[in-house]
């Protein structure tokens, strides 16, 4: 038991590395999305963001069914595992300059290592959110701020590789690769430092006999952590499970949906209209991404103000950003449209993907009566409606954009 100053300190350390941990789980594919200019420039008949998008969404929700599946497992195998395969996924694309193939090969070797890297976040994802259940309900959150600093930090460094590399796309790509490279090691390490803190010894011990305790919330005691792991018998029935859930799980389903209804395809085919020095370059669909990722952030860090939402009414949330989603495509098809309002439209679609997508994946940790042994399994149900959310966004806006014809780059 850990206490007095010891304790929060080991607290504190605990939120920040998840934090970090949460910056790697989605990274690698913020990364490739963010390199669209590169993308671009070797293969410039198509808007590539939506075959890629599709790719890794369909990978990665096969995976995490197929995963869900086997009746135990263990986390520490998984997670590593995904942090493995996401670093050689993106050393095999650091390396495609260098590759000398036809376009069309390149191409369908792109999306294949896109479909392992989805592979390898399928682990991550069945492995995550259970961890996650094991402690507080406040580690999910530090884990949702830090999966969008993740897509914050793939932006920043695809905007300052950039900068520093004016008119070199080639070797601005090369440099960025290498960064993200470098992130997804330490996030590795930052999980062998979340195994070795006080707070998670449960779960370094044996599986025989062992119970998961969360992390304590502050004014939690350890007696009602005890009572409430007395009260797990047998592993938790998944049906049982899911009628406690299941509404909250269509919430964070439908959440993920609109998220990749928009991002990063749409995003991406926004024409610049009237801020013709943001043409070159695709620097105006820079702007976007940045703005995106900046508001998304924002939107997880004011998870703390709930605004009356909670695990009964959090439904709302789908209702308020299903709004979004029209608007999006008036500033992609609309005449006249001034670009000021294409950011503003982009902005509101990001904090509140951030806010509403976070908060969905909080609450469902506070419906009471859950055990510590269903809050796991619930866990992997959240991974099962994140994924499967993902994979159908992805896929409407693949539509979408076949049927708009937004195939090509926005002018």
Known sequence: DCGGGDGRSSHATAHVLMAIIGIGYLFPISAIWAAFDYWKLLFPDSNIEYSLTSVYQVGSIATVIVLSMLRSFSLRPRILFGF??????????????????????????????????????????????????????????????????????????RD???????????????????????????????????????????????????????????????????????SEGSPASLRS?????????????????????????????????????????????????????????????????RCGLNHKNIYATVAVRAVIFPLMLFCIMGSGVPDALSILVVAAFGFLSGYCVTLALVVINEVPGMSVEERKACGRMSACSVNGGLCLGSLVAATVASSLGLAGSPS
């Not at 490279?181 to 025989?208: D, F, G, I, N, W």
């Open 241 to 305: 499970v899911l009628r406690m859930i299941w509404r909250n799980q269509l919430v964070i389903f439908l959440n993920l949906t609109l998220t990749t209804m928009c991002y990063p395809g749409l995003i991406t085919s926004i024409p610049c209209r009237d801020l013709v020095a943001l043409r070159a370059g695709s620097w105006f669909q820079e702007v976007l991404f940045t703005v995106f990722t900046i508001s998304d952030v924002c939107g997880r860090f004011m998870t703390n103000r």
């Open 84 to 157: 493995s395969g996401q670093f050689l996924c993106l050393a095999g694309i650091f390396a495609f300059r260098w590759l000398l193939m036809p376009k069309a090969a390149l191409y369908a070797t792109l999306l294949a290592l896109t479909l392992l890297c989805s592979i390898a976040t399928g682990y991550l994802d069945s492995a995550l959110l259970a961890l996650c259940s094991s402690y507080s309900s406040k580690m999910q959150q530090y884990l949702q701020i830090g999966i969008g600093l993740g897509t914050f930090v793939s932006v920043l460094y």
């Open 160 to 230: 300052g590789t950039k900068l520093l590399l004016p008119g070199d796309i080639a070797n601005a790509t090369s440099f960025y690769f290498v960064v993200a490279l470098a992130t997804v090691l330490v996030c590795v390490l930052s999980y062998e430092m979340l195994m070795s803190l006080p707070v998670s010894k449960h779960l370094r011990q044996p599986a025989a006999g062992a119970k998961a305790a969360p992390l304590l919330e502050d004014g939690q005691d350890s007696d009602s952590i005890e009572a409430q792991s007395s």
